[in-house]
């Protein structure tokens, strides 16, 4: 599937920023099938000072903000080609070697929330089909609710919590993983939803490792493996390693975030401008 993507992040300030850094991870991997047509990344009241692969091979942009801005826009735009490959990934690579995707973080530490869950898949067969399983619990255990965690909400406050979004899903689903014997990693990246175009944050998702297969995705908010329809951006052990923008500035100016996001299936894109055409063309009655 060919998908056409248009992202803009833009951070409102209330006051001049002097200075600040902001670390951009929103070019899409080019692996496992999936292919980049074309990939643009521009920035408005900052410019990029570096470019470089970090340690999960995460393409990273460093943008340095602009002194005195009192906006700062990250806009994205390209058309990304996805796979069918039913979630599977295959063997692994990169920088990281695959034994430190065992290691628990403190967004994914594993406690009495994580091991009341395990104990519902501990007796199912072991792989694919336990993973699945231990996607479905997660599920039916922690409601998807947007507005109830944050960016520091660790797994096990998510699970006490009942509730949380596609981050505390993944985080949750890593931490029971890796308890298992299973490497695995978070994602992020960008999903189209089904007739819808407008979206107002990215998505995410987990990988897991096993043995004789390779990577594999759980969607554990959706409770499937990741389809054509997901586009893998970056990877890491938790959310801080593969935030879509992380960063810091000095000052006491307060941010207000806004995000624009569209993704598209490229007849739906052509489907969509012809009917905008069509209700701004002059009447010819």
């Known amino acids: 599937m060919r998908l056409n993507i248009y992202h803009r992040t833009t951070y409102s300030y209330d ?32 410019e990029k000072e570096l470019t470089f692969d970090d340690e999960h091979n995460n393409a990273v942009d460093l943008v340095r903000i602009d002194p005195g801005a ?20 295959g063997g692994h690579g990169g920088y990281a070697p695959l034994w430190l995707f065992r290691r628990q973080t403190d967004l994914t530490r594993v406690g009495d929330g994580v091991r009341a869950i395990l104990a519902e ?5 072991a792989g694919i089909a336990r993973l699945h399983k231990l996607s479905a619990t997660i599920r039916d255990r922690v409601t998807y609710e947007t507005g109830t965690t944050g960016v520091e909400t660790t797994a096990e406050d998510a699970i006490a919590s009942k509730q949380g979004v ?4 993944a985080h949750i689903f890593l931490a029971a993983a890796r308890e298992l014997g299973h490497p695995a990693r978070y994602v992020s ?19 897991a490792y096993v043995d004789g297969i390779g990577w594999i995705g759980f969607d554990v908010s959706n409770v499937i493996s990741p389809d054509e329809r997901y586009v893998r951006v970056a990877t890491g052990l938790d959310y801080r390693g ?3 923008i992380s960063g810091m500035r000095f000052g006491s100016a307060e941010e207000t975030l806004h995000v624009d996001l569209q993704v598209q299936a490229q007849g739906q894109q052509q489907h969509q401008s012809q009917q905008q055409g069509a209700a701004s063309a002059p009447s010819r009655e």
């Open 15 to 46: 006051a001049p920023v002097q200075y600040g850094l902001q670390q951009i991870r929103l070019t899409p991997k080019a692996r496992a099938g999936q292919r980049i047509i074309d990939w643009s990344i521009e920035i408005e009241g900052g």
């Open 70 to 89: 009192t906006r700062l826009s990250i806009i994205c735009r390209g058309e990304v080609e996805t796979p069918q490959n039913d979630g599977i990934l």
């Open 121 to 125: 898949v501990q007796d199912d067969a």
């Open 166 to 169: 596609c981050q505390d899903h």
């Open 189 to 207: 990246g960008y999903l189209k939803i089904d007739d819808v175009v407008d979206q107002d944050a990215t998505h995410a998702w987990a990988e």
């Open 242 to 244: 593969a935030a879509p």
